[in-house]
């Protein structure tokens, strides 16, 4: 009996430093500096436009668009690059919009004729993990919502 009350309590210590541990590289560090010091690669995504459901997980076998090369990298400036494809390179501007930096807009200039507003709430920021909820109007102007999960 006491030694299967030792294994609990040292498995729950483990557990419990092991959970602990990632929280631990973000402390001090600002939301600018998780946000800046990465470029983030998608890794999930589920989203809704057109009424039809996109979905897309790294390495997932069920995905109905691919996003293997989309990525985002944000500089301190309030700037930074979009990039949906290797080919292709398109400059933003990001700026948190709540004192608590739990929301942001990220504006991609596709063409001069073609920007696009990202409305990201529920911004969950750390050095490992870039998650939002995000809405924006697409190119025929019907509204799009989904969650997004970025990694570096």
């Known amino acids: 009996m006491k030694i299967t009350v030792l294994l609990s309590s040292a498995l729950l210590s483990l557990f419990l430093l092991q959970s602990c541990s990632k929280d631990s590289d973000d402390v001090g560090k600002s939301k600018e500096v998780l946000l800046t010091q990465h470029t983030w690669k998608m890794e ?5 436009e057109n009424n039809t459901q996109i979905y897309y997980k790294r390495g997932g076998s069920t995905n109905t668009n691919n996003f293997d090369n989309d990525k985002i990298t944000f500089l301190a400036a309030g700037t930074g690059t979009y990039s949906p494809t290797p080919g292709e390179t398109f400059n933003i501007t990001w700026q948190f919009t709540n004192t ?3 929301a942001m807009n990220i504006v991609i200039n596709f063409s001069p004729t073609i920007i696009t507003t990202l409305k990201c709430s529920e911004l969950d920021l750390t050095d490992t993990r870039f998650f939002c909820v995000t809405s924006f109007t697409n190119a025929s102007g019907k509204p799009v919502l989904g969650s997004v999960y970025r990694t570096p």
């Not at 999930?44 to 809704?48: D, L």
């Open 44 to 48: 999930e995504i589920t989203q809704v």
């Open 100 to 102: 608590e930096k739990t």
